[in-house]
């Protein structure tokens, strides 16, 4: 198995990177695989309204698996994946859409044999915020994605979405109007899965009265809240600054987002970064406690129980 790890999220500078991994050239924004690896290709094209695209239609002679590693900005990641299994040229049930945050890592393995074609396009919140508009339905896909879709969300790919798939990997003989299709169907894509995510919310009767800026501005403060679980978490003082609302107000806006009162929210997934280590059997119960602050282990035994019904010590057999 080849491991590709990279966290590049300019696509030009990425595709450069797959260069020097597979030693090709970028010829017209694209490369191609060496026979060795696989057959197929992978092109960039890059929109006048700063939309980067990435169009791939490949197979792998071995397993790969991509690792992107997350960075502080804060991007948006659509992948459209339709990947087809060799023993029968169907498509896999694993074809889907994917939207994802590169705040957070992301891992895909490529099966070998496997041909994928995929599209995948990369912009900012303010542009994805501006493409959704201003109406009440986008204000509610905002918050439905704030709340839902951290760090990622898929969505079945099915036979419209894979004829747009098609349509951009066949591209277009006249080069003068290259650019119009790619954004016409891009904007397809995208115009598709958001109409989907419209139908969920509604289905779901999804109200939330807490405005997007408010979302945004807690997801900050529950980062904080669970920087270090070592330490004290931040008084709500603190908090509330982060959050620039009044006490009151956080308390309230947290429980309404996340279920549980702020320290009650904190402890529970303290608890469940405790529950993950022991079931990893790579530390013993003292190591666990000590790393999420507890010097007491009966202490520790306490809390563990209280929410899982069981010891620390039962979970590490």
């Known amino acids: 198995m080849i491991e590709i790890a990279y966290n590049q999220t300019d696509f030009e500078e990425l595709l450069k990177h797959f260069a020097r991994l597979f030693k090709v050239k970028v010829v017209d924004n694209a490369i191609h695989l060496p026979p060795e690896i696989g057959q197929g290709f992978l092109r960039v094209i890059t929109m006048t309204n700063g939309l980067q695209v990435m169009i791939s239609n490949y197979t792998f002679k071995q397993d790969i698996l991509f690792k992107r590693t997350k960075i502080p900005k804060e991007l948006y990641s659509f992948r459209f994946d339709e990947m087809i299994q060799p023993e029968t040229?169907?498509?896999?049930p694993k074809s889907a859409v994917l939207l994802s945050n590169t705040k957070y890592d992301w891992l895909f393995l490529n099966s070998?044999?496997?041909?994928?074609?995929?599209?995948?396009?990369?912009?900012?919140?303010?542009?994805?915020y501006n493409f959704l508009g201003q109406d009440g339905s986008a204000e509610d896909i905002k918050k439905y994605m704030l709340l839902k879709m951290s760090p990622f969300t898929y969505d079945p790919l099915d036979g419209e979405y894979r004829r747009l798939i098609n349509e951009l990997i066949q591209g277009t003989t006249d080069k003068r109007?290259?650019?119009?299709?790619?954004y016409n169907r891009i904007m397809l894509l995208l115009e598709r899965f958001f109409t989907r995510i419209s139908i969920k919310i509604?289905?779901?009767?999804f109200n939330v009265k807490i405005s997007a800026e408010d979302i945004t501005r807690l997801k900050v403060v529950e980062t904080e809240l669970l920087?270090?679980?070592?330490?004290?978490?931040?008084?709500?003082?603190?908090?509330?600054?982060?959050a620039m609302m009044s006490p009151t107000k956080l308390k309230a806006s947290f429980k309404e987002i996340y279920g549980l009162p702020v320290y009650q929210y904190f402890q529970k997934q303290r608890m469940n970064k405790a529950k993950a280590m022991l079931l990893s059997k790579k530390y013993t119960v003292k190591e666990v406690g000590l790393e999420l602050g507890y010097a007491n282990m009966s202490n520790f035994a306490k809390a563990?129980?209280?929410?899982?019904?069981?010891?620390?010590?039962?979970?590490?057999k």
């Not at 509604?202 to 009767?205: G, I, K, L, M, S």
């Not at 920087?227 to 931040?234: G, I, L, Q, R, Y």
């Not at 563990?304 to 590490?316: G, I, M, R």
């Open 112 to 128: 070998a044999n496997m041909q994928l074609k995929g599209v995948a396009v990369i912009f900012g919140k303010e542009w994805l």
């Open 202 to 205: 509604n289905d779901a009767h």
């Open 177 to 182: 109007f290259e650019l119009f299709i790619v």
């Open 304 to 316: 563990f129980s209280k929410l899982f019904d069981q010891l620390p010590s039962e979970v590490a």
């Open 227 to 242: 920087k270090d679980f070592s330490a004290e978490p931040p008084g709500i003082n603190k908090l509330s600054r982060i």
């Open 89 to 92: 040229g169907a498509s896999s």
